[in-house]
Structure formats: structure tokens, C-alpha cells
């Protein structure tokens, strides 16, 4: 016999797992591939590297899933 009652809470907790990640899967989506990335490390920096290619995909997907700003 199955128990709702934990199934449909086991549901929600799973849904609120997914919702509370959402910015990490629009961050992923939104970096450039790791070559790009180790190439402008490589030609400027890690301090160019963060504030041109880090810093503004989490400055528009913050962890707070406020979304694009």
C-alpha cells in the first residue's frame, strides 16, 4: 500500500531542492566553457577573468533566485 501522505511530502521537499538550486542551473547555462574561461585567465587574469565573465552572470542570477536584474 503506498503512503500518500509521504509521497506528497516527499514531492514537495524535492520541488523546493529544485526551486532553491534554480540560480545555480540559470548560472551554468549562462558561463562561458571552461576553455574560454582558462584562456582569459590565461591572457588577463584572474581578476579580469571574475569581473568580466563571473562576476555579471552572478550579479544577474543571485542566489536569492531573484532573477535577471
Known amino acids: 500500500m503506498i503512503n500518500w501522505k509521504f509521497f506528497k ?3 514537495k521537499r524535492l520541488q523546493k531542492e529544485s ?3 534554480a540560480y545555480a542551473r540559470h ?4 558561463y562561458p566553457d571552461w576553455r574560454t574561461q582558462l584562456n582569459k585567465i590565461y591572457d588577463d587574469g584572474v581578476t579580469k577573468w571574475k569581473a568580466e565573465m563571473i562576476d555579471p552572470v552572478k550579479a544577474k542570477w543571485p542566489k536569492d533566485n531573484s532573477g535577471p536584474k
Open 9 to 11: 511530502e516527499k514531492v
Open 19 to 21: 526551486d532553491d538550486a
Open 27 to 30: 548560472r551554468k547555462s549562462e
